[in-house]
């Protein structure tokens, strides 16, 4: 029985990114399109400390199914978010935007990872670009930083711990073996309360 769907491969090429010198401090950007007071963003950064130093740049709000915008013509602000910890932020802007301002103005360098999630719901089909969770990992990609999108398949009954305890399996993979270039992995967890034995690389489906 397929326990982990995972792995839409993005542009897919060669050579190898995000290789990491154990020595130095590890920092991991998590963001999400479901807003800063998600329970799945919020059980992913916390269990992401178990890794490295975790920053939280997140949408002020829902910004589900906002795809790959970006907020033009307005101004972005940063608001620290001090009752969730002291490196948890949010931006009144889309998935995208968290990424950007993340990465190069809110966190002192730039992180040696991105974990987008965790979304309550599947982003299984060729529709997974109208997905903010999906588009945040894109635009790290973009930027030459390895990342992934996590998701629950299933839309009620959300149990986001063994997605995130897999996140942080998958985390300390990529850091230390890194992603082939101009790669991105969308991970897809099922909701059934248990721990799932094993994954499995996939192809994409078509969403009917």
Same mark, same amino acid.
């Given at each position: 029985?397929?326990?982990?769907?995972?792995?839409?491969?993005?542009? /897919?090429?060669?050579?190898?990114?995000? &290789?990491?010198? #154990?020595?130095?401090?590890?920092?991991?950007? &998590?963001?999400? $399109? $479901?807003?800063? %007071?998600?329970?799945?963003?919020?059980?992913?950064?916390?269990?992401?400390?178990?890794?490295? #130093? &975790?920053?939280?740049?997140? =949408?002020?709000?829902?910004?589900?199914?906002?795809?790959?915008?970006?907020?033009?013509?307005?101004?972005?602000?940063? %608001?620290?978010?001090?009752?969730?910890? =002291?490196?948890?932020?949010?931006?009144?802007?889309?998935?995208? $935007? /968290?990424?950007?301002?993340? +990465?190069?103005?809110?966190?002192? #360098?730039? =992180?040696?990872?991105?974990?987008?999630?965790?979304?309550?719901?599947?982003?299984?089909?060729? $529709?997974?670009?109208?997905?903010?969770?999906?588009? +945040?990992?894109?635009?790290?990609?973009?930027?030459?930083? =390895?990342?992934?999108?996590?998701?629950?398949?299933?839309?009620?009954?959300?149990?986001?711990?063994?997605?995130?305890?897999?996140?942080?399996?998958?985390?300390?993979?990529?850091?230390?073996?890194?992603?082939?270039?101009?790669?991105?992995?969308? &991970?897809?967890?099922? /909701?059934?309360?248990?721990?799932? /034995?094993?994954?499995?690389?996939?192809?994409?489906?078509?969403?009917?």
């Amino acid at each position: 029985m397929l326990r982990y769907a995972i792995f839409h491969k993005y542009l /897919c090429r060669s050579a190898f990114i995000g &290789v990491i010198d #154990e020595r130095v401090s590890l920092k991991i950007l &998590v963001t999400n $399109d $479901d807003g800063i %007071q998600s329970e799945g963003l919020l059980t992913l950064a916390r269990a992401l400390e178990k890794v490295a #130093e &975790v920053w939280v740049v997140a =949408p002020d709000r829902e910004q589900s199914a906002i795809s790959h915008a970006l907020s033009m013509g307005r101004r972005l602000r940063s %608001q620290k978010v001090a009752s969730l910890g =002291p490196r948890y932020f949010t931006v009144n802007g889309t998935p995208t $935007d /968290c990424v950007l301002l993340g +990465a190069n103005r809110i966190m002192p #360098e730039r =992180p040696n990872l991105i974990a987008s999630g965790i979304n309550k719901g599947e982003n299984l089909g060729d $529709d997974i670009t109208y997905s903010g969770t999906v588009s +945040a990992a894109i635009e790290a990609t973009i930027l030459s930083i =390895p990342s992934f999108a996590i998701s629950l398949t299933s839309r009620k009954n959300f149990d986001f711990t063994e997605a995130a305890s897999f996140a942080v399996r998958l985390s300390r993979h990529i850091l230390k073996k890194g992603l082939p270039r101009n790669t991105f992995l969308n &991970v897809n967890v099922p /909701c059934k309360g248990r721990r799932p /034995c094993s994954y499995k690389i996939t192809r994409m489906g078509k969403r009917v």
